[in-house]
């Protein structure tokens, strides 16, 4: 079955930088896609970035362009979140997705970032 880990949240201080990764335990190019999703307490779970099985840069939302960034690295079958320039509306539940065929879609457990001074 497939199983996603994330991991690398924490508590930062506004500005600072924080590394998420994502896990997979199958090759991730057995995914179209994958992909993180963050959720703010009270508020909706918004896309944050998504990158193709194939590609070697992806696509972020507006709200993180110029501070996030999405990588993969496929010997380790892990996609990468890199957040810099962090603010405390960046604060939330960072969820890692994947995607594949039907479409199926597979949620992670989730990491807590936590951006205040």
């Known amino acids: 079955q497939v199983q996603l880990v994330e991991s690398g949240g924490g508590l930062v201080q506004p500005g600072g930088s924080l590394r998420l990764s994502c896990a997979a335990s199958?090759?991730?190019?057995?995914?179209?896609?994958m992909g993180w999703y963050r959720q703010a307490p009270g508020k909706q779970r918004e896309w944050v970035a998504t990158?193709?099985?194939?590609?070697?840069?992806?696509i972020v939302a507006d709200s993180v362009k110029g501070r996030f960034t999405i990588s993969r690295d496929n010997a380790k079958n892990t996609v990468y979140l890199q957040m810099n320039s962090l603010k405390p509306e960046d604060t939330a539940v960072y969820y890692c997705?994947?995607?594949?065929?039907?479409?199926?879609?597979?949620w992670g457990q989730g990491t807590q970032v936590t951006v205040s001074s």
């Open positions: 199958g090759s991730i190019f057995s995914f179209n896609t």
């Open positions: 997705n994947a995607m594949r065929a039907g479409p199926v879609y597979y």
């Open positions: 990158i193709a099985s194939s590609a070697s840069s992806g």
